[in-house]
């Protein structure tokens, strides 16, 4: 039975509804989801998923499920998922202990997660509103436990069903073992694979069976050491076959007998759209929200491809000098708080303001270009309600690997990239964008800028000892 914590969920979602914004029904229908929805679907919660499935945009999504984050209704979680299977390795209640070296025992895989990828952001309904199984993972069954708690649904078959579907298709059997026993199980397999899986310590054992003209019975014997082996002589034939299975370790087993298609195996993997610690960063309502978010890691996490916009003013000394402290205070804030207005609009970010300079993330190079035009276009406009070109607005992008670090309480991010950006900004004078190579021919960038004179130039920047290809764009 379902248990909601009715003046809970009322206070929380009124404190909701005053957060402007939102579009039509999608409160209600948030609160439905949140009342009426089986435990699962509030386990796990991809808000891409979530906004395909409303109708809604997955900015909006995103930024509902922060806000409900941020207000006790849901938790969010760090998952490190192997990019073969699915499995969800390590999770994590906070950034700050997220680790990015992990190791799935069943891919014996060692994988470097990147924001970019297999760190997956996901939401559960917090406890405090409705108590859910998976709240207690202890108490779940082992097949609830693998297939919903560990493993994710975004991983597919190409065009096909989820590979988690595998743990109903093709179990055979369960089978636990004490230590130092030995049991007999007789299983049914058709030609492929055998997989014999131990729940205890994840590890996993792969056999091929051969087809056979006629059935036939075949016998398999499975020494549980610290060394495991699996051992069958001669080799197994699809028909009925008999396991010995002893277990010399001191701990219990806790195996899976499965059976895998040979064209289960062969088939592609595609993954479904995950909301990634990427965007996740690159969220200007996580960075309002969780600011205290902080990358404890020493080495920081590498992000393989951020877009990276630096803006400054030009001459805003002289301007002081002209039209006094408190007048050029106020137009810098102003031009502040139209840039922000701008980055948001733009799928961006600020990452921080240094003088009278912005630094801002984007998700694509796209995005950032886009932005940049729209500034140039405000500070048009502002300069021309004021009858006076007071503003002057230098812009650079650059895009790239980099790595994302917590200093001086900041998610901030760094590398040759960061440095880039910023130089290729300081080429750029009145109405200009400077832009690098890379971001000129990322996608859709060209035909952005195809009503602008666009210059292409070789540039040596400070601290770069190679010369950088750069366009200077007209605007
Ligand atoms: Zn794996």
Known sequence: ????????????????ENIAGWSPRTLSRFETFIRTSEDYPLFKINPLEYARDKHIKEKEAC???????RLGLFDIQWGLVCPMCGDTVESFASLRKVETHFHCTICELDTVATLDDFIMISFVVSPRVRSIVFHHPEQLNILDYWQHYRFNRQWRHKGGSSIT?????????LQGVAAGAQEDISVALSAGFLKIFNFADERIFTLPVAASAEAQSSTLTLNYEQQATLSSSPSVVEGQVQLHITNHTTKALSLAIAHVSADDLAQ???IEPFFTAKQLLNSQTFRNLFSSEVI???????????TLLFTDLKGST???????????????????????????LNNGAIVKTIGDAVMATFLTPLDGVNAALHMLREIDDFNALRGSPDLVLKI?????????VTLNDRLDYFGQTVNIAARVQGLADEDEIYITKEVFDAEGVKEALVDFEVLAEQSMLKGISEAVSVYKVRV
């Open 1 to 16: 039975m379902t248990i909601v914590n009715e003046d809970y969920l009322d206070e929380r979602l009124g404190q909701l």
């Open 63 to 69: 930024d509902l499920f922060l806000h409900a984050s």
């Open 165 to 173: 579907s595998l743990f109903t298709t093709g179990l055979r059997a």
């Open 268 to 270: 592609e993997i595609e």
């Open 296 to 306: 404890l890691a020493t080495e920081g996490i590498g992000i393989k491809d951020v």
């Open 318 to 344: 002289a301007m002081y000098d002209r039209i006094g402290d408190l007048q050029a205070f106020a137009l810098v804030r102003q031009h502040f708080e139209s840039l922000t207005k701008v980055i948001g």
């Open 396 to 404: 650079g992008l650059h895009h790239g690997a980099a790595i994302a």
